[in-house]
């Protein structure tokens, strides 16, 4: 079983910046894909971003690239999202996900999900 805890999000005016955090407890950190979802309100859950085992590959929705970069320490348990540029669109409860062998952008092929952190773009 992996427990997953986010941190990190809060409340930033648009074009500010923040760096989420997802905590692990899996003992072999490294063998989970990881990813970050984000669902606004009355939405569904987004794809944002996914990064694999080693970090060596990334996925990124069409969104957000250029502006927000995943990122893994394995020693750490821990991976990030570098949020830049933020705009009031990026407003939702950003959602770590961990998964062995998911397809990154489906959110049902993970196995593993935290809380999620809220993060609020002001304009």
């Known amino acids: 079983q992996v427990q997953l805890v986010e941190s990190g999000g809060g409340l930033v005016q648009a074009g500010g910046s923040l760096r989420l955090s997802c905590a692990a407890s899996a003992r072999t950190f490294s063998d989970y894909r990881m990813a970050w979802f984000r669902q606004a309100p009355g939405q569904e859950r987004e794809f944002v971003a996914a990064?694999?085992?080693?970090?060596?590959?990334?996925v990124y929705a069409d969104s957000v690239k250029g502006r927000f970069t995943i990122s893994r320490d394995n020693a750490k348990n821990t991976v990030y999202l570098q949020m830049n540029n933020l705009n009031p669109e990026d407003t939702a409860v950003y959602y770590c996900a961990a998964g062995r062998s998911p397809t990154p952008r489906n959110s049902r092929t993970y196995d593993y999900w935290g809380q999620g952190t809220q993060v609020t773009v002001s304009s």
């Open positions: 990064i694999s085992w080693i970090g060596t590959i990334t």
